[in-house]
């Protein structure tokens, strides 16, 4: 891996943009390979690990798509050639077609009732809606003439057999999981989950329930993190909170690297007496990042913790305050798990947007602005974009990217990251 960004332990790094960082993570990443079959049911969210080949047509067979009367258009014509087109002709009904039910060759110059999803009769070229039909006892009359090929679903419409329909590498959401079915996949070949260690680091923090001392505040980072965690399907362990002592955080990085592909912590990666994590982690393996000239989130770390039996664990440390944990986890350890996990495109997509604010203060970070869609499908920002200030991200739908040193114009567009394509 590249180690060029630290040139010391103890010497300040380059900031790298956020794109720089980026890239250095995803360069260094060792997807896992271990493969197991699951039931399609079981599946959701987990990676492909193999393409899926069709071994069949979907519909399997030419199929209606409507209620209604499968019809042989030349008999039609051939009935009463002067009336072709015309409203009067009246045929028999020789069979009744439910879904799920196999159909006769349809009978000369008949009409056989047939259902939404039935399977057309062999000989039958058009289905005539029933609200174009009216049925008389055992025939019917249409309002107007059937046209060849009208209202039936050809066999192979949707899925041609011997047609890839999932890719490997592809994470399966609820549309694939479907998708897979629908060809006869009981099971699917998944890579297994990625096991990701955290713990939280800070003598001030305390978990909800308990009383908070002075000086104290709630740990929102370990709800928010795991909740993160968990909505990749990672396999998580939490080591919980970690008191501010260098040899604790060095005993408890041991123990989390032992047997997980990533450890995740919150807080102690500055440059403060308390903040024990960053060296920590070079005491027991390297540091290959920290800092980003990124904002919320500046003190980032990543690196790796050696292991004596096997390939060293990944590292990443994030901020401590909440806002900059969340939004560093999105831009980075969301991407990074991702393509641990196997996944291959893993950056979300990212819109054009109008911005129907000001902000004349540029600021020399590259910086990711809470922000909501309004009624007129412009963007409204958070008036308060400080990183201790949690509520933003439930307010708001996404993050503004906005490039170092640029202010915004009212009326100008932006780039804008949904969280509905962050947190998918």
């Known amino acids: 891996m590249n180690q060029t960004s630290l040139s010391s332990s103890s010497s300040r790094p380059e900031l790298l943009s956020t794109a ?23 599946a959701h969210r ?52 439910p879904a799920g039910h196999p159909a006769q060759p349809l009978a000369a110059a ?54 890839e329909i999932l890719a490997a590498g592809r994470r399966l959401d609820a549309q694939a999981v479907g998708l897979a079915a629908s060809v006869g996949c009981a099971g699917l070949p998944v890579l297994r989950r990625v096991k990701v260690a955290v713990f939280f680091t800070g003598d001030e923090l305390t978990m909800p329930g308990e009383a908070l001392k002075p000086g104290a505040i709630y740990n929102s ?22 008191p501010d002592q260098l040899a604790t955080t060095q005993a408890t990085l041991k123990e989390a690297a032992r047997a997980h592909d990533l450890v995740l912590t919150s807080g102690g990666v500055s440059v403060g007496e308390e903040d024990h994590v960053k060296p920590a982690v070079e005491s027991m393996g390297r540091l290959n990042l920290w800092q980003i000239a990124v904002k919320p989130g500046k003190p980032l770390a990543f690196g790796e913790i050696d292991r004596a039996a096997a390939s060293p664990a990944f590292f990443i440390g994030l901020p401590g305050n909440p806002v900059s944990s969340f939004v560093t986890f999105l831009l980075f350890v969301r991407p990074f798990v991702l393509r641990l996990q196997g996944v291959i ?36 920002l958070f ?17 503004i990217d906005n490039p170092p040193g640029h202010a915004i114009a009212a009326g100008e567009f932006v780039r804008f990251m949904p969280f509905s394509e962050l947190l998918a």
């Open 221 to 242: 980072n370990r709800f928010t993190l795991r909740a993160l965690l968990e909505n990749l399907g990672c396999e998580v362990s939490d080591f919980g909170i970690v």
């Open 383 to 399: 008036a308060n974009q400080s990183s201790a200030v949690l509520t933003s991200t439930v307010w708001g739908d996404g993050l």
């Open 20 to 42: 720089q960082a980026l890239d250095l993570l995803l360069a260094a990443v060792r997807p896992v390979t271990e493969v197991e079959t699951l039931a399609t049911l079981q």
């Open 46 to 97: 987990r990676v492909l690990a193999a393409s899926i080949i069709s071994p069949l047509d979907v519909p399997p067979m030419a199929i209606s798509a409507m209620d209604g009367y499968a019809v042989r258009c030349a008999d039609w014509a051939a009935i009463n050639p002067q009336a072709a087109g015309q409203s009067s002709m009246r045929m028999p009904i020789s069979q009744r077609i």
């Open 345 to 380: 495109d893993v950056a979300p997509r990212v819109f054009s947007v109008r911005a129907d604010f000001s902000q004349t203060k540029a600021d020399r970070r590259n910086e990711f602005l809470r922000a909501r869609l309004n009624a007129d499908g412009g963007l409204d």
């Open 110 to 163: 008949s009409a056989a009732r047939i259902f939404t999803g039935a399977t057309v009769p062999p000989g039958a070229d058009a289905v005539v809606m029933q609200e174009m039909a009216t049925a008389e006892g055992d025939h019917v009359s249409f309002a107007a003439a059937p046209k060849t090929g009208e209202w039936i679903t050809a066999q192979g419409a949707d899925i041609r057999a011997g047609t």
